[in-house]
């Protein structure tokens, strides 16, 4: 068991953390709200710091998940920042779903810090993160991963490196991509169903255990048709990692006109007031399209 820091408790963080401390290692938080911090240090038994160097002072695994390339650095960098306050050999584990460019820098910088720093972005959404079930997907040098996977198992049920610093993340995004054209390709599925006058769970029932069949089909399509989009990842966090994955591919030259679509459809959801509904949304807007015509 080690002493361990957790900066960041949103709605994936919170129960990462708690999971953490539920398998006997001794957690401290820090999040910028004092009082979530307060909360789940009330509600795991761990501690809570007021900024992220006093977490990480003595820990030898400290851990982030916030929310874009921006809080990363806030976390990391300064006086107050979580590098100033970790000790050499200790290893910095990135959750967060940021651009490989900011994971690249900030292993340049725990590099000269003594410290090791390993991109680990998750998939499996917030359900994931509450069960224990997420996949995580991790970049960094290799003895710095086999220190961090046993801990990273507490919360998940699968961890994979995939190279070196920026790997986890760069994969992260072709998650993202494929996520992007699946959920739009069920979104016109359903669309179509209800238009032809189909029974929409019949028409699932057959053809989600064939060649159609996917992840978002078996957990979003009944939501989906009950028009309930409060189930999962945001679309305001998706087109954040859109924008990454778009960024990226101007720089390495990939084709992605499927994901650039994608995220503009994101982009009319958020002008219907979706931001905060989940990403399986894409059907809000093919039914407000339908209702103009």
Known sequence: MVKAAFLGLGVMGYPMAGYLQKAGHEVTVYNRTTAKAEKWAKEYGGGFAATPREAA???EFVFACVGNDDDLRNVCLGDDGALAGMSSGAVFVDHTTVSAKVTRELYALAQQAGVSFVDAPVSGGQAGAENGQLVVMCGGDQSAFDKAEALISSFAKKCTRLGDSGAGQL?????????????????????????????????????GGGAAGSWQMVNRYETMLDDHFEHGFAVDWMRKDLGICLATADENEASLPVTALVDQFYKDVQKLGGSRWDTSSLLKRLRALDSDT
């Open 57 to 59: 002072e003595g820990a």
């Open 171 to 207: 994969t992260k995004m072709v998650n993202q991509i494929c996520i992007a054209g699946l959920v739009q390709g069920l979104s016109e599925g359903l669309h179509f169903a209800e238009k032809a006058g189909l029974d929409g769970r019949a028409v699932i029932d057959v053809i």
